[in-house]
């Protein structure tokens, strides 16, 4: 493990890495300080530039993007107190208090130290874990891999927001999107209606695109001529002393805590760690009470800040060792794996370990970039929060659109990509997560090969799923989530038939 880390942090000495991973860096710090940009969608934009590129730096590239958002969110938490991103939400309870107060760069000097603390623990908690997780799962067998598969989409489906129901009506939707195309096995079209554009699949970067690209686009058209207010127009960042963060360690170390947790749970990522760390700290609070929470204390920043970040450490063990992404940006990642020839699950490491290592290695550089960039450009996010957001659609349809039409060199698939966006704005209208269907889509043919294989070497016994105490846990497990699932689906229908009958 050392030595693989050790030849990554190497690779990473050129000027080529190591400006990779800064551009990315600043794109996500920029694209998080704009409310409703999101990781996701900066990913997606980027996406068709990756193409050409080597697959490690694609991944320099993504992880700045993906790190640097987190901490970019919380300038207009701070600022305009509408978050940046969703789990920058809880940050603008204490933030902007604090910026009214004329403390915006002291708020902002607390949210880049703890991003930074969070993000560092929780990149060593996965340099701890991912190896010694993936040694496991290379033990697994086929009937292992196709029950870890199907564990991750009813875990995605019970964590994500809505009812469990609706995430597995989109866990179904990717099923159904990836089991389009050409059944090798069997010899057999499925699902094309005699569409000759459908016998090779439905492209996996249309499906990207549209859902996490145009999607955005038209949820947000209702922003188009807007501009924000800012609490103040001066700001510079002031980096607390280090004896005031210390001081203040529970509140880092909570929030940090329940980002690497809740970061591992697939399906979870940073929107629930922040709200369940703040909770925490502000209960347990003494200096300062429970009651002043809210009108801008420091430790109601650090908690949250230092739980989103720490979220990258956490989201990143399921997705290097089981395949399983544990957010939105997580998924896209797995996705770019697929389109760069690599099958992501647990032979990841065993067939692409200096990628793992290299992703980890750019981790670590991303979270330094991030500190250094976020301490030192704050008069420049101040700019970027002035400006219409709206003034970015067309680019960012541009770039969906070429990013469509490179992955096939075919106009079809710009069409796929549209009405992927379509459909996506209608479900997530409708409180579906498009991640559920990214995952299904991810997935599924991993899960419908191992299925196959397994039973292939248990001669069509079903039983091979139960023949040994790991199997029995997972199917354990995905038989509890279901049962609780429809023990709740129960109880609310009893309490809305109480409160009827009582009305």
């Known amino acids: ?10 690779n990473l000495a050129g000027p080529g890495p190591l400006f990779l991973i800064f551009a990315g860096t600043a794109l996500g710090l920029m694209v998080g300080a704009l409310p409703g940009l999101s990781s996701p969608m900066a990913i997606i934009v980027l996406l068709p530039i990756t193409y050409q590129m080597d697959t490690l730096s694609a991944f ?3 992880v700045g993007i993906y790190v640097g958002t987190k901490l970019g969110g919380s300038y207009a938490s701070i600022l305009l107190r509408t978050p940046g991103t969703p789990a920058a939400a809880c940050t603008a309870l204490d933030g902007f208090p604090m910026a009214e107060k004329g403390r915006a760069g002291e708020a902002i000097g607390y949210a880049v130290m703890a991003s930074t603390a969070g993000g560092l623990i929780g990149w060593v908690a996965a340099v701890c874990f991912v190896p010694f997780i993936a040694a496991v799962a290379l033990h697994s067998e086929p009937a292992d891999i196709a029950l870890i598969g199907i564990a991750g989409l009813i875990l995605v489906s019970a964590f994500v927001r809505g009812s469990m129901v609706r995430g597995l009506i989109g866990v179904l939707l990717g099923l159904l ?3 389009v195309g050409y059944d090798v096995q069997e010899g057999v079209e499925r699902y094309t209606f005699s569409n000759p554009m459908l016998a090779s699949g439905i492209s ?7 859902l996490f690209g145009l999607t955005v686009v038209l949820a947000d058209l209702a922003l188009v001529g807007r501009r924000s207010e800012l609490a103040t127009r001066e700001l510079n960042a002031e980096l607390p002393r280090a004896v005031e963060f210390f001081r203040r360690w529970k509140a880092w170390t909570i929030g940090t805590a329940y980002g690497i947790i809740i970061g591992a749970i697939p399906g979870v990522g940073a929107d629930g760690s922040t709200w369940l760390s703040y909770a925490t700290v502000r209960n347990q609070s003494k200096d300062p009470p429970p009651e002043a929470f809210g009108t801008g204390v420091p430790e109601g920043i650090l908690a949250p800040e230092s739980s989103n970040n720490a979220t990258t450490g956490g989201t990143m063990i399921p997705m290097l060792t089981l395949g399983i992404p544990g957010d939105a940006s997580t998924a896209i990642m797995l996705g770019a794996m697929v389109l760069h020839g690599l099958q992501p699950g647990v032979t990841l490491m065993q067939t692409s370990a200096p ?9 670590f550089v991303a979270n330094i970039m991030m500190f250094l960039i ?3 450009a704050s008069r420049v996010f101040i700019s970027i929060l002035r400006r219409d957001r709206s003034l970015l659609f067309p680019f960012i349809i541009v770039f969906a659109s070429i990013g469509a039409f490179a992955a096939d060199n075919d106009v079809f698939t710009i069409y796929v990509a549209i009405a992927c966006g379509v459909a996506g704005y209608f479900l997530e209208k409708r409180g579906f997560s498009v991640v559920t269907i990214v995952l299904g ?3 599924g043919p991993i899960i419908e090969y191992n299925v196959r294989l397994g039973l292939a070497y248990s001669n069509g016994d079903w039983a091979v799923f139960t023949a040994t105490w790991p199997r029995l846990v997972l199917c354990g497990v995905i038989a509890l989530l279901i049962v609780n699932e429809i ?7 009893s309490e809305s038939r109480a409160v009827s009958e009582n009305t």
């Open 355 to 363: 990628l793992v290592y290299g992703i980890l290695a750019a981790m």
């Open 1 to 10: 493990m050392l030595e693989g880390l050790l030849t990554a942090f190497g």
């Open 60 to 62: 320099q590239l993504m």
């Open 374 to 376: 976020g301490w030192n």
């Open 204 to 210: 996996f970067a249309a499906v990207l695109v549209g």
């Open 441 to 443: 889509a991810v997935l």
């Open 177 to 179: 999107i990836a089991s």
């Open 487 to 493: 023990y709740r689906a129960v109880g609310r229908r």
